[in-house]
């Protein structure tokens, strides 16, 4: 854990590309804390008992079941937002889908995958579009 007195909180955000190189979003429900009824990228808080990787995995099951194959393209972070005040710590996970079906939970009302290009097409968090920069997603991935 940050000793870091400023960090309100840590996140792992997984950003997830298919074979057609179209990123996984997730549209939070109304009730969510932080941004009720826009599109978001399966994050989540990180706990004190866990990596931020663990935090990752953990998340990517809660939030889209368990019935699906990723493999990690690469980690980015830690990094500070640059939305909310400098109070967030964020651990990026960059995976790729490789198989299996989606089951939301609770927290979301749909998904979509879309092409980076069209990212914008959508109500987003604030904050994604830096965490494709961070990625370098802006391209296809092998």
């Known amino acids: 854990m940050s000793t870091d007195k400023t960090i309100k909180s840590r996140f792992s955000i997984n950003v997830i590309q298919n074979a057609n ?6 549209k939070r429900s109304e009730q969510a804390q932080l941004g009720a009824g826009l599109w978001g990228f399966p994050a989540g808080h990180i706990r004190e008992d866990e990596t931020p990787l663990e935090c ?12 699906f194959t990723t493999g990690l393209v690469r980690e980015y972070g830690p990094v500070r ?6 109070i967030y710590e964020i651990y990026l996970f960059h995976l790729r889908w490789l198989e299996g079906t989606i ?8 998904y979509a995958w879309v092409d980076p290009s069209d990212i914008r097409d959508f109500d987003i968090m604030a904050g994604m579009e830096d965490d494709l920069d961070y ?7 092998s």
């Open 81 to 86: 937002d640059k939305h909310y005040g400098g």
């Open 56 to 67: 990752a995995m953990r998340e990517l099951h809660e939030e889209t079941g368990t019935d």
């Open 21 to 26: 190189d179209e990123l996984l979003l997730l």
């Open 103 to 110: 089951t939301l939970n609770h927290e979301h009302t749909a």
């Open 135 to 141: 990625l370098d997603i802006h391209h296809p991935v």
